[in-house]
């Protein structure tokens, strides 16, 4: 299970940092992704991390804002966003993929997900 928090409203230009705890299994050999929904929207890709390594990856409309981290010991990611704008405002989901190679972005090489938090950014 995973379970997503930190979600809230904020000014254009702050921060948030949305956190996703896994319970019920580990997520030592998972990619987790963070994904996001806006209204009339289909769901997108924002970033995902491997757990071992590190390796990273960004969707471009939010390279050097949003940064993806995770905690070994906590079983949690997290997803940093600062200088937020009002096109970030969405439903944003956490997700896990067991694929061994690469760091996916597609939905359908996620298997586990989160329900969702709400970020809504105002202008």
């Known amino acids: 299970q995973l379970v997503e928090s930190g979600g809230g409203l904020v000014q254009a230009g702050g921060s948030l940092r949305l956190s996703c705890a896994a319970s019920?299994?580990?997520?030592?050999?998972?990619?987790m992704g963070w994904f996001r929904q806006a209204p009339g929207k289909e769901r997108e890709f924002v970033a995902a991390?491997?757990?071992?390594?590190?390796?990273?990856r960004y969707q471009d409309s939010v390279k050097g804002r949003f940064t993806i981290s995770r905690d070994n010991a906590k079983n949690t990611v997290y997803l940093q966003m600062n200088s937020v704008k009002p096109e970030d405002t969405a439903v944003y989901y956490c997700?896990?993929?067991?694929?061994?190679?690469?760091?996916?972005?597609?939905?359908?090489?996620?298997?586990?997900w989160g329900q969702g938090t709400q970020v809504t950014v105002s202008s």
């Open positions: 019920g299994r580990t997520l030592s050999s998972y990619v």
């Open positions: 991390i491997r757990w071992y390594g590190s390796r990273t």
């Open positions: 997700a896990a993929s067991s694929r061994d190679y690469g760091v996916p972005g597609g939905l359908d090489e996620y298997e586990y």
